[in-house]
């Protein structure tokens, strides 16, 4: 007969004659360590013993499958266990996830459209900025044309006219309330057409080639194609 009582109690369940229950906290981990714990003697167990073990002879393989199947069978007991203790911690973090994500899917759509419009700004400043400073420099220009005009006329060595500096824009804007955005220029490039990029910067696509490979290829310039023997366990 199952002592009932004697497994609530080993579980938590009871704490003392009157079957007092008591609530369990689900994210205890000590239980946990303890539930897979008792299975650490047997796995260390299972460990020497396939170290030690030789296949040289037909008992030896079917011992080998054996124990192999049997080390896979308690690695699928427990990942089942696994799976079951945080079935619903798994399940309340997806819910209160999605719930979430409907409040800050808008508030990422506010910050993307505010920074479109932050880097459109700043973009026209920096143009702006730029023509300035070509302003400047064409300035620059025609004066040291004439200064240097002038001075062959005197026959005097000229004077070396230096742009009107342009001030950069200030890269880091902030607000009041303590947010603060910054600008950052960064060159970027993009593949308009594949056939005409340099072989060094092509990478070998290891998908398209195992492939091919299953499809029947066995040989290919540059890659090597053997034959594995591998083994599949099943329980």
Avoid at 31 to 56: P, S, Y
Avoid at 64 to 80: H, P
Avoid at 114 to 127: C, P, S, V
Wanted: aromatic share 4%; charged share 35%.
């Amino acid at each position: 007969m199952v002592d009932f009582e004697a497994a609530l109690r080993k579980e938590g369940q009871i704490v003392d004659a009157e079957f007092t229950p008591v609530s369990v906290d689900p994210f205890d981990l000590d239980r946990v360590k303890e539930q897979f714990g008792r299975h650490l003697q047997t796995i260390n167990a299972m460990l020497d013993q396939a170290n030690e073990h030789n296949v040289n002879s037909q008992d030896a393989l079917e011992n080998a499958v054996a124990m192999a199947g049997d080390a896979k069978s308690l690695g699928k007991e427990l990942e089942a266990k696994r799976k079951e203790i945080v079935k619903d911690p798994n399940r309340y973090v997806k819910s209160v996830n999605a719930f979430v994500k409907k409040f800050v899917r808008p508030l990422n759509t506010i910050e993307s459209i505010l920074k479109t419009k932050i880097a459109q700004y700043n973009h026209k400043l920096e143009m702006a900025r730029r023509e300035a400073e070509q302003k400047a420099r064409e300035e620059a220009a025609r004066l040291q044309a004439e200064i240097d005009r002038e001075a062959k006329e005197k026959h005097i060595e000229p004077t070396e006219v230096v742009p009107v500096a342009v001030p950069e824009i200030e890269k880091v804007t902030r607000s009041e309330s303590g947010a603060a955005a910054h600008t950052r220029k960064v060159w970027k490039a993009e593949v308009v057409d594949a056939n005409e990029v340099p072989r060094e910067f092509c990478a070998p696509d290891m998908k398209l080639i195992n492939e091919a490979v299953r499809a029947g290829i066995r040989e290919m310039a540059g890659v090597r194609i053997w034959e594995d023997i591998q083994t599949i366990l099943r329980t």
